[in-house]
T-cell receptor
Framework: DAGVIQSPRHEVTEMGQEVTLRCKPI?????LFWYRQTMMRGLELLIY????????DSGMPEDRFSAKMPNASFSTLKIQPSEPRDSAVYFC?????????FGPGTRLTVT | EDQVTQSPEALRLQEGESSSLNCSYT??????LFWYRQDPGKGPEFLFT?????EEKEKERLKATLTKKESFLHITAPKPEDSATYLC??????????????WGLGTSLAVNP
């Protein structure tokens, strides 16, 4: 299996621009998670889906963030408009049991 | 409030010098405790799941143990390739089939040759 796939790996954008991060989970996994990682706060869960349905979005920082999962093999995390404080590494993870398997992450820099 | 605290924040060892990393947790009803390894520029890599006090799991030079309040990751005769950040996370029983993990900030381990 190719594991969790994320794109792009790096994104540099200007404040106010829209950013879309993409994730392909491991085939057969029915849970998908979006995380943000910073040095100060560590790993923070933003939202997770079960069978393509959002279950807990309490970690989404504000209305500028949105996530969708249109089918079992694809999810997006969108930030509009982006701000410098959104700069972080964003991870997608998937699972079928309790352990989660992470993608390589997208390093986002907002200038 | 559910919480995970890892110590030390950073640890430097000589090759072959065994040591332990600590993960203390507070959670309402432990469903599982997870250890991950993270290399620079990569996503966390799953190592172990522990479900109940007294449980132990091993993988190569790593051994994870669990009590009712903490978990230890023992590293026996470490090698430079064991250098990484080790993350601990817990899942509480919570409501329904909650899959949310509470994460510690990690221990950064450096093993010198």
């Amino acid at each position: 299996d190719a594991g969790v796939i994320q794109s792009p790996r790096h994104e540099v954008t200007e404040m106010g621009q829209e950013v879309t991060l993409r994730c392909k989970p491991i085939s057969g996994h029915d849970y998908l998670f979006w995380y943000r990682q910073t040095m100060m706060r560590g790993l923070e869960l933003l939202i997770y889906f079960n069978n393509n349905v959002p279950i807990d979005d309490s970690g989404m920082p504000e209305d500028r963030f949105s996530a969708k999962m249109p089918n079992a093999s694809f999810s997006t995390l969108k930030i509009q408009p982006s701000e410098p404080r959104d700069s972080a590494v964003y991870f997608c993870a998937s699972s079928s049991r309790y352990e989660q398997y992470f993608g390589p992450g997208t390093r986002l820099t907002v200038t | 409030e559910d919480q995970v605290t890892q110590s030390p924040e950073a640890l430097r060892l000589q090759e072959g010098e065994s040591s332990s990393l600590n993960c203390s947790y507070t959670v309402s009803g432990l469903r599982g405790l997870f250890w991950y390894r993270q290399d620079p520029g990569k996503g966390p890599e799953f190592l172990f799941t522990l479900y109940s006090a007294g449980e132990e799991k091993e993988k190569e030079r790593l051994k994870a143990t669990l009590t009712k309040k903490e978990s230890f990751l023992h590293i026996t005769a470490p090698k430079p390739e064991d250098s990484a950040t080790y993350l601990c996370a817990v899942q509480g029983s919570g409501a329904g089939n909650n899959r949310k993990l509470i994460w510690g900030l990690g221990t950064s381990l450096a093993v010198n040759p």
